[in-house]
């Protein structure tokens, strides 16, 4: 069974920094994409960041310059170091990823969320 698991969310002011970690657990055969996603209070659920297995990043417009997002294939985790935070970054951090727990079996998985609060 594979878990993902957010942690490093906080009570930040305007301009300070954060980094969010994922890491993944249970049947793992491979990694493929992982993610970041929000969702902001009365808000639908944005898609942040995501990151292939090669590496290779892409970041929603907002974000761009302030978030960084990174993996360590060894150790199954992602992560997004968010520095610059503004009050509209306020959300619950979620991570995700495509994994294949076995040969025949690939799903998205999701983690429970971890809350950012950017706040003076």
């Known amino acids: 069974q594979v878990q993902l698991v957010e942690s490093g969310g906080g009570l930040v002011q305007p301009g300070g920094s954060l980094r969010l970690s994922c890491a993944a657990s249970?049947?793992?055969?491979?990694?493929?994409?992982m993610g970041w996603y929000r969702q902001a209070p009365g808000k639908q659920r944005e898609w942040v960041a995501r990151i292939t297995s090669g590496g290779s990043t892409k970041y929603e417009d907002s974000v761009k310059g302030r978030f960084t997002i990174s993996r360590d294939n060894t150790k199954n985790t992602v992560s997004l170091q968010m520095n610059s935070l503004k009050p509209e970054d306020t959300a619950v951090y979620y991570c995700n990823a495509i994994i294949q727990s076995s040969a025949w079996y690939m799903y998205t998985y999701w983690g429970q969320g971890t809350q950012v609060t950017v706040s003076s």
């Open positions: 249970g049947s793992i055969f491979s990694i493929n994409d």
